[in-house]
């Protein structure tokens, strides 16, 4: 069975989001932890938060994917861009330990033409002092296109960030790939997605790998370009798609779709086809 879902809003409350998963056959889902492209945040209502917590259970839900906002930068060159977003980060973190169990996902950062040895130690100093010992929350480094001075391009630079943590920190940071940004980021998913998965067993480990945002491309592979597509009409198309969700090293895993629909019909006509796309193939290999 496919686990799948798609960003959702918090404008409505956190059941809500709930209900509108329910409604596309989804049974995860993401959400924005605060404005993605600014800073505003609100404190969780914790009675919405309960009523979540309970049709999570009864309907049998996955892991969500909680997403960090866009603006937030472990490794800026700016100190007070970094202390607001180690701020947001800790907030996040803590907002988070009221869904426990599920997942936080980020954009490691862009280092801003320090270069990105010296962003991979500010995310890792950041990080070991953001995680903690007995924390729910496995927070997610994200796999990146690699457009201007993004950290976490290559899966080389995101098992440097894991390393450089305390080791009794390590198994709360995983990884999400997406299928858009390593695509872009050069990695041929379309015709070498075994060897592409090969290597990141590898040099990070799929243990590390907690979820997958699945998208098309509207570039070219290599294009570091971080344009997603909707399923099926990108450069990934629909073929290789198919072959990431049936995969039995990524099965049993959230699939998040992060592609350019405006309404929940649109994502549930994806989730529909990449659920029968699935069912079809041979996902009996689950993890």
């Given at each position: 069975m ?15 989001m709930?209900?509108?998963?329910l409604?596309?056959n ?14 505003r ?15 999570l ?60 040895d010296?962003?991979?130690a ?12 007995g ?11 690699g ?6 391009k290559t ?48 040099v ?41 969700v ?16 405006d309404?929940l ?23």
């Amino acid at each position: 069975m496919l686990h799948i879902g798609c960003h959702l809003s918090t404008s409505l409350g956190f059941a809500h989001m709930g209900e509108d998963a329910l409604s596309i056959n989804a049974d995860t889902f993401a959400f924005f932890t605060r404005n993605p492209r600014g800073g505003r945040s609100k404190d969780p209502d914790p009675h919405d938060v309960a009523a979540l917590l309970s049709l999570l259970q009864e309907h049998h839900f996955v892991q969500l994917v909680a997403h960090a906002p866009y603006t937030m930068n472990l490794c800026s060159n700016k100190p007070d861009t970094r202390e607001f977003a180690r701020e947001s980060f800790a907030k996040d973190i803590a907002a988070m330990e009221l869904l426990p169990g599920n997942y936080l996902n980020f954009h490691p950062g862009c280092h801003m033409n320090q270069g990105v040895d010296a962003g991979i130690a500010m995310i890792a100093e950041a990080l070991d002092n953001l995680l903690f010992e007995g924390m729910t929350t496995t927070v997610l480094l994200e796999t990146m296109a690699g457009k201007g001075t993004e950290v976490g391009k290559t899966f080389e630079e995101l098992a440097a960030i894991r390393s450089h943590i305390r080791p009794e920190l390590q198994p709360h940071l995983g990884v999400c790939l997406d299928t858009c940004h390593v695509f872009d980021g050069g990695y041929d998913i379309v015709n070498k997605l075994d060897e592409v998965l090969q290597e990141f067993d590898r040099v990070i480990g799929l243990e590390h790998l907690y979820a997958i945002h699945i998208n098309d491309s509207k570039n070219p592979l290599g294009s570091h370009k971080d344009r997603h597509e909707t399923i099926g009409n990108g450069f990934i198309g629909l073929e290789a798609l198919s072959r990431v969700v049936t995969h039995p090293a990524l099965c049993g895993l959230p699939f998040i779709l992060e592609t350019p629909q405006d309404k929940l019909p649109g994502w549930g006509k994806e989730i529909e086809l990449l659920s029968r796309l699935a069912d079809n193939g041979d996902s009996s290999c689950c993890r």
